[in-house]
């Protein structure tokens, strides 16, 4: 039962009122009746409760008649009541009572130490998150700078092969021009295509081995000149080895002379053997041959270019790359001067 002073008003629970038969909720004055018949008794546990004598801190023991009460003060003010038979049961319900007060302080302990742990963790966990981000950012300048660095190495030896002999390294950047288009035209992953783009740039490295009397001399060369022109995929073999390249842009520069049938140099290696982006770079690196001026002859155009592909189309080339190239040029009016390939390594 619970008592309010300031109203008596006193509210019992469902087994209170099932013990002595009370109504759940009313006056205290009515519902004490139905506790005890004694008026003694009433009068008594009335002035216990509402003159404010008994101890908040103690809990107070009264016994009307056959019944005893243990009466304890409330935290918001009232009397709580407790009712029982004799006084064993009225200590096991008092001791049932702190027990279950007991667990309910201790939980809810726990429920602080388990708040204060889920924070610590998320805060752990929120730490962790950005030294992980401040790594991220790390690793992706770190990308960026050696993207950067590969970049300017490809433009450096780009830059030494026009100084030496502007016609090959023209011929680089336009073959490179070409094969990325052929590339992204095929719809390659971009790890494919950059690797082509590279590989163009730097392809024909080998000819800064050549002296450049051989090759800007005009008219026809000799069997030797030919000899030491046709050695210069192994000697960009060399060079390329020796850079940590992510991509075989080595073995691309050995082989791009090399011909489906077996009929190129320096190996003679044929189909398969062959990397898939070196069938690439030498499409393009024909039709550039054939189309641009030489020391030796004028440029034949596009479309003399064109047609060498073509009539070799899957003997000597390989026939994607044939049809790509040959759609850009006659489709999408593919230009070697117009050359968008700048942010291929920022992206
Ligand atoms: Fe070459």
Not at 268 to 284: F, H, N, Q, S, Y
């Amino acid at each position: 039962m619970l008592v309010d002073i300031a109203t008596r008003r006193a509210r019992a629970n469902a087994a209170f009122r099932d013990l002595v038969g009370t109504p759940t909720e009313g006056r205290f004055d009515e519902l004490i009746t139905t506790v005890s018949g004694d008026h003694a008794q009433q009068a008594f546990l009335r002035d216990e409760i509402f003159t404010g004598t008994f101890d908040a801190r103690r809990p107070l023991d009264v016994r009307t008649g056959p019944r005893h009460y243990r009466l304890y003060a409330h935290r918001d003010g009232g009397v709580i009541v407790i009712h029982a038979r004799d006084m064993a049961e009225l200590d096991r319900v008092t001791e049932e009572l702190s027990e279950y007060a007991r667990g309910l302080t201790e939980n809810t302990v726990g429920l602080e130490m388990s708040q204060r742990e889920i924070r610590r963790q998320y805060e752990e966990l929120q730490e962790e998150l950005r030294k992980r981000m401040m790594a991220q950012d790390l690793l992706h300048q770190s990308i960026l700078n050696l993207n950067r660095i590969i970049h300017e190495m490809i433009a450096t030896i780009s830059t030494i092969s026009i100084l030496r002999d502007p016609y090959t390294g023209k011929h680089q950047q336009r073959v490179a021009h070409l094969a990325r288009s052929i590339a992204e035209e095929l719809e390659l992953p971009l790890d494919q295509i950059q690797t082509i783009y590279v590989a163009g740039m730097i392809h024909d490295v080998g000819k800064l081995s050549i002296p450049t009397e051989i090759l800007s001399k005009p008219g026809k060369i000799s069997e030797v000149e030919f000899l030491l022109i046709q050695n210069h995929p192994q000697i960009s073999y060399e060079i390329l080895k020796l850079i940590e390249f992510p991509w075989p842009v080595a073995t691309i520069a050995l082989q791009h002379h090399e011909k489906l049938d077996g009929s190129g140099y320096p190996n003679g290696i044929r189909g398969d053997e062959i990397l898939p982006e070196t069938k690439i770079i030498t499409v393009a690196d024909t039709v550039e041959a054939i189309s641009s001026h030489r020391p030796y002859r004028a440029g034949l155009g596009i479309e003399s270019a064109l047609e060498e592909i073509l009539i070799h189309r899957g003997t000597k080339y390989d026939p994607a790359a044939v049809d790509t190239c040959a759609r850009l040029f006659r489709e999408k009016n593919f230009d070697f001067e117009k050359d968008e390939t700048k942010d291929l390594f920022m992206a």
